[in-house]
């Protein structure tokens, strides 16, 4: 049996990255740790996972006035708790397939 | 491998709005906009206001970051949210931030800014981020 985590975090990260490389362009909401969820296009993501949108509008702005005047927004990676995507940007099997190759090592 | 770095030099030297992960709010803007909470406030204040002499008008910028998000900030000024008072804004002047303690840089829209009425915003405190 293999080790349950590759070796390499960084190599951990390449699937995601790449994958939501392919969602750019499409409209994502991004839910941080602090419970702030901020709805926007997804304009670039790196290789920390660290995220810029366009467009942004927070979701609940009554609640959470404090970014009332911010249209585009870079988001540290670290922060992010989920990532809700658009319906037709989730191709299950191709995601099926390069989880299932990572988990085998590449 | 994509280019080291959170690419954040679009918005070197604009006016830009940063969340910590302990939930502070920090603004970098003209230092103006602290000496008028509100316009009647300042109706009331105007004989008073002509006398003192005002601070050079000096626009805060994000100043630079590197690899790790660590950023520079100029005039920046923190604007505290509470649900009993309109927003305060404390002045914090140069400020450097670990990247570690970063969550959201925003670009300030200045139109969409310069229409907040700051005085009449409530609202709780963000959370900090709990990893």
């Known amino acids: 049996m293999g ?16 994958y939501f490389k ?4 499409k409209e994502v909401t991004v839910e941080l740790k602090n419970d702030l969820a901020i709805r926007g296009t997804l304009h670039s993501v790196d290789q920390y996972l660290n995220i810029k949108l ?18 585009n927004c870079f988001i540290r990676g670290s922060v992010v708790r989920y990532v809700l995507l ?21 | 491998m994509a280019s080291a770095g959170p690419g954040l030099e679009s918005l070197v030297d604009q006016i830009i709005s940063v969340i910590t992960n302990d939930g502070r709010n920090i603004v970098v803007s003209p230092l103006f906009d602290l000496l008028i909470p509100s316009s009647s406030f300042l109706f009331l204040l105007s ?4 006398r003192i002499a005002l601070p050079p008008l000096r626009q805060g910028t994000l100043r630079g970051f590197d690899q790790a998000t660590n950023i520079i900030l100029d005039e920046s000024h923190e604007r505290v949210y509470s649900t009993r008072e309109g927003v305060q804004q404390l002045v914090l002047g140069l400020y450097i931030i670990r990247g570690d303690n970063i969550s959201v840089v925003g670009e300030v829209d200045e139109e969409l800014d310069a229409r907040l009425d700051l005085s009449k915003l409530r609202a709780h405190p963000l959370k900090p981020v709990i990893h």
């Open chain 2, 47 to 50: 004989p008073i206001l002509t």
């Open chain 1, 22 to 25: 392919e969602l750019v362009g």
């Open chain 1, 3 to 18: 080790p349950a985590f590759p070796p390499n975090p960084a190599h951990n990260n390449m699937l995601f990255f790449s």
């Open chain 1, 86 to 106: 658009p319906q037709d940007g989730v191709d299950i099997d191709i995601l099926h397939d390069a989880t299932r190759r990572e988990a085998r090592g590449g």
């Open chain 1, 54 to 71: 366009e467009n942004t509008r927070v979701v609940d702005q009554d609640k959470y006035p404090h970014m009332l005047s911010v249209r």
